[in-house]
């Protein structure tokens, strides 16, 4: 958020306010020296902080405040009242705090305070040798920097078989696919911040070997990398589509910031596009093709988009709301073959095509695990803490599947906010901390100007209860996902307060469990 081109509302804070206009548990939202401030109260203390989020700009007087935090109303992120210190991705920086003086009843906002960061732990490690983490997605990015934030003074290796840095990789298939959002946006942390915070990033690194028993990664090339603790953050990659013609130089998966690219090149150059996966990914591509003017078919095994995890008339509402924007769809089908023109669907249907997108799925990325005899369930199962069956060895991200205690259940999650969380988690973990991971699982989609989050995780259910109203004239709705009588998660469309709610509850329920 550019300050500089905010307009400043509200009341000027700096001048002064009576104090009996800050309300307990409110935001007030207003301004001091230039710059955007919300002012709030909790107890007999006074905080002024920042008004947006530092993750994409969300205004924080629209989020919740629980205890002396604030959480973003668009994507969940958790702000100290006290520091400003972002405390739960996906925002990682701080936002501003500025000291609060209260005189005969007039409360000020004075001088910016200096970030200080997070306060290494009291918890004194044992751990005193190099930390490796392989990976340089969401959860291996996360870690990395809250090893530093915690004081981890250690080295910490990061190798990446991708060859950019960490990127922000659900904009790939959103606003940097559709041309809304600059190339600059895309990576996570600039080259010069890994070197500032002596993060020892390798880029084109593809881990080969872990030898447990000498405590070694070894990558292609040969090199060795000891660890004294080891992070796998491996993640997914795209399932392939195994028809003939899958092959061939047109069709395109989207998981990296190089293939975003290259599918940017096609569509400059191109008028139609065949989108094969009627889900998340497939269903973002279409739109942001369709941004760009490209002719999009949709094809999906589905009887209507999404509806398995949303359930059949959020289904309805999304495959009306890309149809009105342009977007043919072809399902309860797939493809049988692809050839330089056109794809050949199961129904004997022939679709011109100038390229092919594939977003049918992915696979969890165990094969280091494997060789290393970890212990793998459709994933590297860990514990509560994120630990492997090998003691120093933790895994986060796509890859994990941990004990969830909301549903009882082992689960794996392949979402970009829980990836980060439990990336932060298995540092503080590394570091010996003994933190349970018991963060709500949380995602978001968009496609045009449709808006969707999605707290907690209900992998089977059986009934979707529709609060409100969700069509083309009024899209305000919570979708509520049960298991017979048991919450499993819930669903919101331009009720972002209720999402945040919603995920507190959900916590409150996890406390009671422990």
């Known amino acids: 958020m550019n300050v500089e081109e905010t307009k400043l509302n509200g009341l000027n804070f700096a001048t002064g306010v009576a104090h009996s206009v800050v309300t307990e548990g409110e935001m007030l939202l207003g301004h001091a020296?230039?710059?955007?401030?919300?002012?709030t109260r909790s107890g007999n203390e006074l905080f002024a902080i920042g008004a947006f989020c530092t993750h994409y700009g969300a205004p924080l007087n629209e989020g919740l405040l629980v205890g002396d935090t604030l959480r973003c109303p668009w994507h969940h992120a958790c702000f100290s009242l006290r520091t400003g210190e972002a405390l739960r991705a996906p925002a990682l920086n701080p936002i501003s705090c500025w000291r609060v003086e209260q005189l005969d009843g007039i409360v000020y906002v004075r001088e910016k305070l200096e970030i200080q960061g997070q306060q290494?732990?009291?918890?004194?490690?044992s751990l005193q040798g190099p930390i490796i983490i392989l990976g340089g997605g969401a959860a291996g990015n996360a870690a990395a920097e809250m090893l530093r934030r915690e004081g981890y003074v250690g080295r910490i290796t990061m190798l990446s078989a991708d060859e950019s840095e960490p990127c922000d990789r659900p904009n790939l298939s959103k606003g940097y696919l559709a041309g809304t959002t600059p190339e600059?946006?895309?990576?996570?942390r600039s080259p010069e911040f890994y070197r500032e915070h002596d993060i020892d990033l390798k880029l084109s690194a593809r881990a080969t070997t872990i030898d447990t028993a000498n405590r070694y990664v070894q990558l292609e090339n040969g090199s060795r990398f000891t660890y004294a603790a080891l992070l796998l953050a491996t993640g997914a990659?795209?399932?392939?589509?195994?028809?003939p013609g899958g092959d061939l130089p047109h069709v395109y998966y989207l998981r990296t910031l190089a293939d975003s690219r290259v599918l940017i090149a096609k569509a400059l150059t191109s008028q139609r596009a065949v989108v094969i996966g009627a889900s998340f990914i497939g269903l973002e591509v279409a739109a942001s093709l369709r941004n760009r003017d490209i002719e999009v078919h949709v094809v999906g095994r589905?009887?209507?988009?999404m509806e398995k995890i949303l359930g059949?008339?959020?289904?309805?509402?999304?495959r009306k709301l890309h149809e009105d924007h342009g977007v043919t769809f072809h399902l309860d089908t797939t493809a049988t073959s692809i050839d330089a023109h056109s794809i050949t669907l199961q129904n004997g249907e022939i679709i011109q095509a100038d390229f092919i997108v594939v977003g049918i799925g992915v696979r969890p990325s165990i094969a280091l695990a494997e060789q290393a005899g970890l212990a793998t369930d459709r994933g590297v199962t860990v514990n509560e803490y994120l630990e492997t069956s090998v003691s120093g060895i933790f895994a986060a991200g796509d890859i994990a599947r941990w004990p969830d205690m909301l549903t009882g259940e082992h689960i794996r999650v392949e979402h970009w906010v829980v990836a980060e969380r439990q990336g932060q988690t298995a540092a503080r973990n590394m570091l010996g901390q003994r933190e349970r991971f018991d963060a709500v699982p949380f995602f978001w989609t968009e496609q045009y100007d449709f808006g969707l989050a999605y707290v907690g995780h209900a992998e089977q259910w059986d009934k979707a209860e529709i609060d409100g109203q969700l069509d083309a004239d009024t899209r305000n709705c919570t979708i509520t996902?049960?298991?017979?009588?048991?919450?499993?998660?819930?669903?919101?469309?331009?009720?972002?307060?209720e999402c945040l709610r919603a995920e507190v509850e959900f916590e409150r329920n996890l406390a009671k469990k422990m």
């Open 33 to 39: 020296h230039g710059e955007p401030v919300l002012l």
């Open 481 to 497: 996902y049960r298991r017979g009588a048991k919450k499993l998660a819930v669903a919101t469309v331009h009720r972002d307060l």
């Open 312 to 318: 059949a008339d959020v289904g309805k509402f999304i």
């Open 302 to 305: 589905e009887t209507n988009p």
């Open 237 to 243: 990659e795209p399932v392939r589509l195994e028809v």
């Open 120 to 125: 290494p732990s009291l918890i004194e490690t």
């Open 184 to 188: 600059e946006f895309n990576l996570l």
